[in-house]
């Protein structure tokens, strides 16, 4: 069983308009999250991370979590052509003490000029 | 900023033959990762690597796998003899401290084939 679900798998947003992107843990061993930017071929990209309760906001994208139940959200404003890629939640292992991360599938996102 | 590179980029190899994915982490960092991704499906994590040992892997992390760094060279994930079953996206990620919290860069991934 994955132990990060993403939703939704895709998203198609007009340019200029605002995506919301999901995300959540079924395992309560996971600790910190982060959410990583893909374009096709290329390296997953840290965007943002979140280890505390809250909202984090840089630039055009925000982020929430609720560590209660265990969920993010990335939302971002303005979108843009650029921001097309597949976006990526990832949650650390609380029991790694080097570090081990557990991806979801991802949403891949189309912004539409 | 600092990249993570991966050779090759591509690579095809028949089945029961002895790979070597080669990845040069970025130069500071002292911890490096091995992901696997299968098309349509999650990264999944192999192997974390520090100091010259391996200091976790996953059920991914088959006898048949090995990584090594020798002399501070290339970070090796060799697979031998390799089966259908390894036929995926190679990720390779470094980072500069351990912990839960520690920021990762990851190289573009190498896509391994096994006929």
């Known amino acids: 069983q994955q132990k990060v679900q993403q939703s939704p798998e895709s998203l198609i947003v007009p340019e200029g308009g605002m995506a919301s992107l999901n995300c959540t843990s079924s395992d309560r061993n996971v600790d910190y999250f982060w959410w990583y930017r893909q374009h096709s071929g290329k390296s997953p990209k840290m965007l943002m991370s979140i280890f505390s309760n809250g909202e984090k906001e840089e630039g055009r994208f925000t982020v929430h979590l609720n560590k209660a139940s265990l969920h993010t959200s990335l939302h971002i404003r303005d979108s843009q052509p650029s921001d097309s890629a597949l976006y990526l939640c990832?949650?650390?292992?609380?029991?790694?003490?080097?570090?081990?991360?557990?991806f979801g599938a991802g949403t891949q996102l189309i912004v539409i000029p | 900023g600092p990249k993570v590179l991966q050779i090759p980029s591509h690579q095809i190899i028949d089945m029961g033959q002895m790979v070597t994915l080669n990845c040069d982490p970025v130069?500071?960092?002292?911890?490096f990762y091995w992901y696997k991704q299968i098309l349509g499906q999650q990264m999944e994590f192999l192997v974390n690597f520090y100091n010259g040992k391996v200091m976790e892997k996953s059920k991914l992390f088959k006898d048949q796998f090995s990584v090594e760094r020798p002399d501070g060279s290339y970070f090796t994930l060799k697979i031998q003899p390799t089966a259908l079953e390894d036929s995926a996206v190679y990720f390779c990620?470094?980072?500069?401290?351990?912990?839960?919290?520690?920021?990762?860069?990851f190289g573009s991934g190498t896509r391994l084939l096994v006929i």
């Open positions: 990832a949650a650390s292992d609380r029991g790694s003490a080097l570090g081990r991360l557990h």
């Open positions: 130069s500071n960092h002292l911890y």
């Open positions: 990620a470094s980072s500069p401290r351990q912990g839960a919290n520690s920021d990762y860069t």
